[in-house]
């Protein structure tokens, strides 16, 4: 069975930083490229990044709305993706879901049950 | 970057009825069209992959079409557990860009 679990969530005053992980289990993550969405209150959905694997040289692929503030990373020994924010504004309140690509069609076929990040002073 | 304008913004729908969602791409994606649904508090979950092709487990009542860069999600008859929001994303190219969303209540 397929699961997502993210954490590191939390309360971050203006301009602080905050370091998401999401760890996987039931499928080899080393295939697939992994991607982060993000949903504020009352909002729609925003896609925020992609890492792919290592036959891609793990290249990366973010947001303009959020490019120079974005980190992202993977550990294929720990089957886990880490999201790095910086410089946070109150706009980047959301809940930070954590998606699986389908290999082949590029959909988001399984999501975590997301992590909430809220900006606020 | 692709830009997804999906319509309509709310609907409201009685069971059994017909429901349809439209998605519109400002360029030619291909199939590269997926639908999630997104129950209240919960997380979204894929629906439809490939502009038509039914996800595991989803109802059969669910298709999904696509004309030129027009692209639907029919419900054929509405139950109580379609109740939520629908948003359509394009995967054809980075960024990913999604829909607006459709939110869907029971009238």
């Known amino acids: 069975e397929v699961q997502i679990l993210e954490t590191g969530g939390g309360l971050v005053k203006p301009g602080g930083s905050l370091r998401l992980s999401c760890a996987t289990s039931?499928?080899?993550?080393?295939?697939?490229?992994m991607n982060w969405v993000r949903q504020a209150p009352g909002k729609g959905l925003e896609w925020v990044v992609q890492?792919?694997?290592?036959?891609?040289?793990?290249?990366?692929y973010f947001a303009e709305s959020l490019e120079g503030r974005v980190t992202i990373s993977r550990d294929d020994s720990k089957s886990s993706v880490y999201l790095q924010v910086s410089s946070l504004r109150a706009e980047d309140t959301a809940i930070y879901y954590c998606t699986r690509e389908d290999y082949y069609y590029s959909s988001f076929d399984y999501w975590g049950q997301g992590v909430m990040v809220t900006v606020s002073s | 970057d692709i830009q997804m304008t999906q319509s309509p913004a709310s609907l409201s729908a009685s069971l059994e009825e017909i429901v349809t969602i439209t998605c519109q791409a400002s360029?030619?994606?291909?199939?590269?069209l997926a639908w999630y649904q997104q129950k209240p508090g919960k997380s979204p979950q894929l629906l439809i992959y490939d502009a038509t092709s039914l996800a595991d487990g989803v109802p059969s009542r669910f298709s999904g079409s696509r004309s030129g860069t027009q692209y639907s999600l029919k419900i054929s008859r509405l139950q109580v557990a379609d109740i939520g929001s629908y948003y359509c994303q394009q995967a054809h190219s980075n960024p990913y860009t999604f829909g607006a969303g459709t939110k869907l209540e029971l009238k």
């Open positions: 890492i792919r694997n290592k036959n891609y040289n793990y290249a990366t």
């Open positions: 039931g499928f080899n993550f080393n295939d697939y490229f």
């Open positions: 360029q030619d994606i291909g199939n590269w």
